[in-house]
């Protein structure tokens, strides 16, 4: 049951920062009242961040793990850091791609 409830957490998770990232013209008004990201830059930096949240919340469980606290369980820790590892696993991807955009532009002839 736990692991359901985390899964399904993990898969909202995912949908959400998916739906972000698609790239729809943004109106500046609506941007400010919403809150919504204004540029990729920032949108890469919450993509960023979020992924450092992840990988510190699951060094947080280890550790509390590994000193004993009973209020943290080995299905908690290990859901924890796979989450942060498919997390990591991503950005990187999505920063190899970025890369390699950015050579394929820079190969261009002009």
Same mark, same amino acid.
């Given at each position: 049951? /736990?692991?359901?409830?985390? /899964?399904?957490?993990? /898969?909202?998770? /995912?949908?959400?920062? #998916?739906?972000?990232?698609? !790239?729809? $013209?943004? @109106?500046?008004?609506?941007?400010? *009242?919403? +809150? =919504?990201?204004?540029?990729f830059t920032e949108l890469l930096q919450q993509a960023v961040s =979020? &992924?450092?949240? *992840?990988?510190?919340? %699951? +060094? %947080?469980?280890?550790? %509390?793990?590994?000193? +004993? @606290? $009973? =209020? &943290?369980?080995? $299905?908690?820790?290990? !859901?924890? %850091?796979?989450? #942060?590892? &498919?997390?990591?696993? #991503? !950005?990187?991807?999505?920063?190899?791609?970025?890369?390699? #955009?950015?050579? @394929? &532009?820079?190969?261009?002839?002009?």
């Amino acid at each position: 049951m /736990m692991n359901n409830i985390n /899964m399904n957490k993990a /898969m909202l998770e /995912m949908q959400r920062m #998916a739906a972000q990232s698609q !790239m729809q $013209p943004i @109106d500046r008004k609506n941007a400010e *009242v919403t +809150g =919504s990201p204004q540029n990729f830059t920032e949108l890469l930096q919450q993509a960023v961040s =979020s &992924v450092n949240e *992840v990988q510190k919340e %699951s +060094g %947080s469980l280890k550790k %509390s793990f590994e000193l +004993g @606290d $009973p =209020s &943290v369980d080995l $299905p908690q820790v290990m !859901m924890a %850091s796979q989450k #942060a590892g &498919v997390a990591f696993e #991503a !950005m990187v991807q999505v920063r190899n791609k970025l890369l390699q #955009a950015y050579k @394929d &532009v820079m190969s261009m002839p002009v």
